[in-house]
Nanobody, 122 residues
Framework: QVQLQESGPGLVKPSQTLSLTCTVS??????????WSWIRQPPGKGLEWVGY???????YYSPSFKSRTSISRDTSKNQFTLQLSSVTPEDTAIYYC??????????????WGQGTQVTVSS
């Protein structure tokens, strides 16, 4: 059974960089052919896919976030990390990490973290 757990600060100031880590257990993030995604849900809105890091270490981002997003990983800790720069209050959301069975433009998630609330406010 794969389990994912998000961690990071719940409050970030405007213009700063949001940084969240997802710790994976029950499976390796280097196992072919899985992709490790970040998704968010702003209050009152639907889910927004941010991007993923693949089993190979390659990354793929939504065009909506590409200019200010970086996803990296630490294979020794079986973790992957989201960094979203220049945040505004519109980046306030519940952030989820998930295992994705598809690459590039297709999405199919089979395991999710419980989500973590991030609020952007001064």
């Amino acid at each position: 059974q794969v389990q994912l757990q998000e961690s990071g600060p719940g409050l970030v100031k405007p213009s700063q960089t949001l940084s969240l880590t997802c710790t994976v257990s029950g499976g390796s993030i280097t196992t072919k052919y899985y992709y490790w995604s970040w998704i968010r849900q702003p209050p009152g809105k639907g889910l927004e896919w941010v991007g993923y890091i693949a089993y190979s270490g390659g990354t793929y981002y939504s065009p909506s976030f590409k200019s200010r997003t970086s996803i990296s990983r630490d294979t020794s800790k079986n973790q992957f990390t989201l960094q979203l720069s220049s945040v505004t209050p519109e980046d306030t959301a519940i952030y989820y990490c998930a295992r994705d069975l598809r690459g590039e433009g297709l999405r199919e998630f089979d395991y999710w973290g419980q989500g973590t609330q991030v609020t952007v406010s001064s």
